[in-house]
């Protein structure tokens, strides 16, 4: 659904541009390989060509890597490593043939058997993995290269010479595929190689380090490991923190490689065919033999992992800056319905990670949270991009302030929400006020949750129709710090997080604030109003239970005049000014017609959407129909007051004298300042 096409083929690696996003390099089958730009469409095809004579091999998958230094340079394997400096307009060969070149090897054109089948899968002894190392201390140029049959080069000086390194590895099978390199971020000695045997018949692992240039090698393979080997990333922040991607899988080691745990929250039995780790966002990202793409959020909860927080009933790790930011509409269509696919998005907002470790907690059951996302996905369907009140969302799921809002399930009130042992995650701004809670199913291990940036939605009219998979939104929050507290039972922790501005925007502190204090003055507005409806629910109910006590205790009693009649006219006409006082408020539910918007709630509404449609200082007319609002609901609410103060304090007064205690005297309703 948010996808878009940058090249065409049975397509591998593709590269993004360093300086520039919306440019990149892509490659389909048997080497060929094109530059794109998003901006003009363009694909050109910058495919090297060999000297006459001496005709090019290239893997279905070729290798290739841009220069972590120089972000113009681009290098692609064929037998041969090849460079360029000027984004794919000339070429240069930096590499003797670092393959085989064994010739009984080459006879693809002739695969097939009774019929050729020669599609540039057949090729053999070609580069698979280019890896140059992003520490290069006095300019040496370190440079890892891997084929197809086993062969494991490096060079130190930029390609002028190379060293063969395979048979320093111990334990793997001669002409074994190297289909990843990884050279360490820290040290440029330090290289991470993975070999792939199971086109042979073996599905072992192979996993080894060198920190020495491949002069001597440690295998990291463990009896915990299942499943050939495919791709290794090590963690630029935590360099004991490994990823693994196998066969059968994603593995983590916390220690260098010494053990290995394999990660199943969200991650199926599926072949990792590659791994990154975003530098900004700190997320672990896998792509798989079935052309999926899976996103681990904010992995540095892993890089503060240890026995001690185990250990710990409650430990909240650091939680990493939010940014507040704006998510446009898709170019598609807004209710793609079943033509479209959308995989699950990153949670909006901050991310908020803590471990348990109290006797009694449950597990972490996968099977039932996927079918709690299963029907929460479903319930969230194209016709659920509307609100409660049938006012559409935007494409990220986040309704302008005061419209009801899709959120993770962990609010309470929901009738779906699981039973169970819970935590409770608060939200306190500067002051100490607690400004937001949240909370959601306990279990013991690692939990995650996210606050979407908002302060506690305002109280809103009740409504017994409210689709329950929305929840009422406040405003979001200005930026700032601001402490979390998470607890459970009698175990607390804090915490603090950072909440910044959209960076794309122009936007000044005193706007922030502005808009932030219209928004507020509407959710007091709100509230007013919600209080009014209550009040006058409550007294319509109270008419009806008087009325009945009254007729209850004529029915004993059985003689005499009936006051119950004269009672009853009184109840009809207080409840038809009761109605309409109400209608002045909102549109009750069960309105007949497609009632005009003209009631106060309605107009409030309105003017909160205005203003929460951007985060500047709320323009002239914004703050017009703000101020037309509040003046109708001071109105309104004015008229439910009179109403109270004279025909319902008369009502009371009339069944006070039967005896019949009900309608309490409440003070005049009112606007908060």
């Given at each position: 659904?948010?996808?878009?096409?940058?090249?065409?083929?049975?397509?591998?690696?593709?590269?993004?541009?360093?300086?520039?996003?919306?440019?990149?390099?892509?490659?389909?089958?048997?080497?060929?390989?094109?530059?794109?730009?998003?901006?003009?469409?363009?694909?050109?095809?910058i495919?090297?060509?060999g000297?006459?004579?001496?005709?090019?091999?290239?893997?279905?998958?070729?290798?290739?890597?841009?220069?972590?230094?120089e972000p113009?340079?681009?290098?692609?394997g064929?037998?041969y490593?090849?460079?360029t400096?000027?984004?794919?307009e000339?070429?240069?060969?930096?590499?003797?043939d670092?393959?085989t070149?064994?010739?009984?090897?080459?006879?693809?054109?002739?695969?097939?058997?009774?019929?050729?089948?020669a599609?540039?899968a057949?090729n053999?002894t070609?580069?698979?993995?280019?890896?140059?190392?992003?520490?290069?201390?006095?300019?040496?140029?370190v440079i890892?290269?891997?084929?197809d049959?086993?062969?494991l080069?490096?060079?130190?000086?930029?390609?002028?010479?190379?060293?063969?390194v395979?048979?320093?590895?111990?334990?793997?099978?001669?002409?074994?595929?190297?289909?990843?390199?990884?050279?360490?971020?820290?040290?440029?000695?330090?290289?991470?190689?993975?070999?792939?045997?199971?086109r042979?018949?073996?599905?072992?692992?192979?996993?080894?380090?060198?920190?020495?240039?491949?002069?001597?090698?440690?295998?990291?393979?463990?009896?915990d490991?299942?499943?050939?080997?495919?791709?290794?990333?090590?963690?630029?922040?935590d360099?004991?923190?490994?990823?693994?991607?196998?066969?059968?899988?994603?593995?983590?080691?916390?220690?260098?490689?010494?053990?290995?745990?394999?990660?199943?929250?969200?991650?199926?039995t599926?072949?990792?065919m590659?791994?990154?780790?975003?530098?900004?966002?700190?997320?672990?990202?896998?792509?798989?033999?079935?052309?999926?793409?899976?996103?681990?959020d904010?992995?540095?909860p892993l890089?503060?992992?240890?026995?001690?927080?185990?250990k710990?009933?409650?430990?909240?790790?650091?939680?990493a800056?939010?940014?507040?930011h704006?998510?446009?509409?898709t170019?598609?269509?807004?209710?793609?319905?079943?033509?479209?696919f959308?995989?699950?998005?990153?949670?909006?907002?901050?991310?908020?990670t803590?471990?348990?470790?109290?006797?009694?907690?449950?597990?972490?059951?996968?099977?039932?949270?996927?079918?709690?996302?299963?029907?929460?996905?479903?319930?969230?369907?194209p016709?659920?991009?509307?609100?409660?009140e049938?006012?559409?969302?935007?494409?990220?799921?986040k309704?302008?302030?005061q419209?009801?809002?899709?959120?993770?399930?962990?609010?309470?009130?929901r009738?779906?929400?699981?039973?169970?042992?819970?935590?409770?995650?608060?939200?306190l701004?500067a002051?100490?006020?607690?400004?937001?809670?949240?909370?959601q199913?306990?279990?013991?291990?690692?939990?995650?949750?996210?606050w979407?940036?908002?302060?506690?939605?305002?109280?809103?009219?009740?409504?017994?129709?409210?689709?329950?998979?929305?929840?009422?939104?406040?405003?979001?929050?200005?930026?700032?710090?601001y402490?979390?507290?998470?607890?459970y039972?009698?175990?607390?922790?804090?915490?603090?997080?950072?909440?910044?501005?959209?960076p794309?925007?122009?936007?000044?502190p005193?706007g922030?604030?502005?808009?932030?204090?219209?928004?507020?003055?509407?959710?007091?507005i709100?509230?007013?109003?919600a209080?009014?409806?209550?009040r006058?629910?409550?007294?319509?109910?109270?008419?009806?239970?008087?009325?009945?006590?009254?007729?209850a205790r004529?029915?004993k009693e059985?003689?005499?005049e009936?006051?119950?009649?004269?009672?009853?006219?009184?109840?009809?006409?207080?409840?038809?000014?009761?109605?309409?006082?109400?209608?002045r408020?909102?549109?009750p539910?069960?309105?007949?017609?497609?009632?005009?918007?003209?009631?106060?709630?309605?107009?409030?509404?309105?003017?909160?959407r205005?203003?929460?449609?951007?985060?500047?200082?709320?323009?002239?007319a914004?703050?017009?129909?703000?101020?037309?609002?509040e003046?109708?609901?001071?109105?309104?609410?004015?008229e439910?007051?009179r109403l109270f103060?004279?025909?319902?304090?008369?009502f009371r007064?009339?069944?006070?004298?039967?005896?019949v205690?009900?309608?309490p005297d409440?003070?005049?309703?009112?606007i908060?300042?």
């Amino acid at each position: 659904q948010h996808w878009q096409e940058v090249d065409f083929g049975d397509g591998f690696d593709t590269v993004p541009d360093p300086k520039d996003p919306l440019r990149g390099y892509a490659m389909s089958q048997e080497g060929f390989l094109i530059r794109y730009d998003l901006r003009t469409g363009e694909r050109k095809d910058i495919r090297p060509a060999g000297k006459e004579g001496d005709e090019l091999r290239f893997n279905w998958n070729a290798g290739i890597a841009i220069d972590p230094f120089e972000p113009d340079t681009l290098y692609f394997g064929s037998q041969y490593v090849h460079k360029t400096t000027d984004r794919g307009e000339t070429w240069t060969v930096i590499s003797p043939d670092l393959t085989t070149d064994n010739p009984d090897w080459q006879r693809q054109d002739l695969s097939g058997g009774i019929t050729i089948d020669a599609t540039g899968a057949e090729n053999f002894t070609t580069l698979i993995a280019l890896a140059p190392s992003p520490v290069d201390p006095g300019g040496r140029g370190v440079i890892w290269a891997g084929s197809d049959d086993g062969r494991l080069h490096v060079t130190r000086d930029g390609g002028k010479t190379w060293t063969s390194v395979e048979k320093n590895v111990r334990g793997v099978p001669a002409n074994t595929w190297i289909p990843h390199i990884h050279p360490s971020s820290y040290d440029a000695g330090t290289a991470f190689v993975v070999f792939d045997n199971h086109r042979r018949s073996d599905l072992a692992p192979y996993v080894y380090r060198t920190t020495d240039f491949g002069k001597t090698w440690t295998s990291l393979v463990t009896k915990d490991l299942r499943g050939y080997a495919l791709s290794i990333v090590q963690d630029p922040v935590d360099p004991d923190l490994l990823f693994l991607g196998t066969e059968f899988g994603l593995w983590v080691s916390l220690d260098g490689g010494k053990d290995w745990m394999k990660w199943t929250h969200g991650v199926p039995t599926v072949s990792v065919m590659d791994l990154a780790i975003h530098p900004r966002e700190n997320d672990l990202i896998l792509a798989t033999h079935g052309r999926g793409l899976y996103i681990m959020d904010d992995i540095s909860p892993l890089r503060a992992l240890s026995d001690a927080t185990q250990k710990e009933p409650l430990h909240l790790f650091p939680i990493a800056d939010a940014a507040q930011h704006q998510v446009a509409q898709t170019g598609s269509s807004r209710f793609p319905g079943a033509g479209e696919f959308r995989g699950e998005g990153r949670q909006y907002g901050a991310l908020i990670t803590y471990s348990l470790n109290v006797p009694g907690l449950p597990a972490p059951d996968e099977d039932k949270e996927r079918e709690r996302k299963e029907k929460e996905r479903q319930a969230k369907a194209p016709a659920a991009r509307v609100s409660a009140e049938g006012v559409p969302t935007d494409e990220s799921g986040k309704p302008p302030v005061q419209e009801p809002e899709e959120e993770e399930m962990q609010q309470p009130g929901r009738p779906d929400r699981p039973k169970g042992p819970e935590a409770k995650i608060e939200i306190l701004d500067a002051s100490g006020k607690v400004i937001r809670t949240l909370r959601q199913p306990a279990v013991q291990g690692m939990n995650r949750a996210s606050w979407n940036l908002r302060r506690d939605a305002y109280k809103r009219i009740p409504r017994k129709n409210a689709n329950p998979f929305f929840e009422a939104a406040g405003p979001d929050v200005l930026p700032g710090t601001y402490k979390v507290r998470v607890s459970y039972k009698d175990q607390k922790a804090e915490g603090t997080v950072k909440v910044g501005n959209d960076p794309r925007m122009d936007l000044t502190p005193e706007g922030r604030e502005a808009n932030f204090k219209a928004l507020e003055r509407a959710g007091r507005i709100s509230e007013a109003l919600a209080a009014g409806v209550e009040r006058i629910n409550q007294a319509r109910s109270d008419v009806d239970s008087a009325l009945a006590k009254v007729r209850a205790r004529e029915k004993k009693e059985d003689e005499g005049e009936k006051p119950s009649t004269v009672l009853a006219k009184q109840a009809r006409e207080l409840k038809a000014k009761l109605d309409a006082a109400e209608r002045r408020l909102w549109t009750p539910e069960g309105s007949r017609g497609e009632l005009p918007d003209k009631d106060a709630e309605a107009r409030v509404n309105y003017a909160a959407r205005n203003i929460g449609s951007s985060w500047d200082a709320p323009t002239p007319a914004q703050l017009a129909y703000l101020d037309q609002a509040e003046k109708q609901a001071r109105e309104a609410l004015e008229e439910v007051n009179r109403l109270f103060a004279g025909d319902v304090a008369a009502f009371r007064a009339k069944v006070k004298e039967l005896d019949v205690q009900l309608l309490p005297d409440l003070p005049p309703l009112k606007i908060e300042e």
